[in-house]
């Protein structure tokens, strides 16, 4: 009886061992990590972010009504950011903006068709949230996506592993301003400036009513910072992402 009550328990724990790595581990790194190990040297013209006191900038959710001003505003300033767009509402809705986006020399990533949690859906379903978003994506721009985010940054080795068969990277954030839950622009600027750092990633919503008023600001205060403001694959340069990996500051 006791061989058994012994069996049983060792069999519980290598279910439950295997059902954690399952869940919780995938390949991850930072964008200094990864430029740490690559070889190489940065475009001519390009900014160096093992020089230069880097953020890259990232805006989640659209296209939307809201990105043209947004656009605008980068483009008076001279700046790229990254922008994971989604399909559903979003890219099929505002194709011209998405085309704007890319024409404008922005960096555009897979953020889903409908914004639903890939780990808490099937492994089909969940690559096809991605590739649909990817044929989208190049119908209109001409380019298929290599840097994916997670809905709520939820991921794990399955997703990791789809990612990877498509070609995707995923980017996760180490600011978040939460302009979800707030119009307040100035809260939106004041949570952005506290929590960022070098090599760090920002993560707002050009969609929510309080984000693009708020741009000017956090712009014009991390350049009196001294940061210089990238794109995720410039952050990441001279490396480059490798598909699957997970990149989080």
């Known amino acids: 009886m006791l061989i058994a009550l012994v069996t049983a328990v060792t069999v519980v724990v290598i279910v439950a061992v295997t059902i954690a790595l399952r869940v919780t581990t995938y390949d991850h790194t930072s964008p200094r990590a990864a430029r740490d190990k690559a070889s190489g040297t940065v475009a001519a013209g390009a900014v160096d972010c093992r020089k230069a006191k880097c953020v890259a900038l990232t805006f989640d959710g659209g296209p939307s009504p809201t990105t043209p001003g947004l656009l605008d505003i980068l483009k008076r300033e001279h700046l790229h950011a990254t922008f994971f767009v989604q399909g559903e509402g979003h890219i099929g809705k505002y194709p011209e903006i998405l085309r704007r986006i890319s024409d404008e020399g922005h960096e ?47 991921t794990n080795r399955d997703v990791a592993k789809i990612c990877k068969e498509l070609g995707l990277a995923q980017v996760l954030w180490s600011v978040t301003a939460k302009d979800y839950e707030t119009t307040d622009s100035a809260l939106i600027t004041r949570r952005v400036l506290d929590q ?11 969609l929510h009513k309080g984000t693009v008023p708020a741009v000017p600001g956090i712009l014009k205060a991390l350049e009196q910072r001294g940061y210089t403001i990238v794109t995720v694959s410039q952050l990441l ?13």
């Open 237 to 249: 340069a001279p490396a480059k992402a490798q598909p699957g990996m997970v990149y989080r500051p």
């Open 108 to 154: 555009i990533g897979n953020h889903t068709w409908n914004h639903k949690i890939l780990t808490q859906i099937d492994t089909a379903d969940a690559r096809q949230e991605l590739t649909r978003t990817q044929d989208a994506i190049e119908k209109i721009t001409g380019t298929r996506p290599v840097l994916m985010r997670p809905p709520q940054g939820r």
């Open 196 to 206: 960022t750092h070098r090599d760090g990633i920002i993560l707002l919503h050009d």
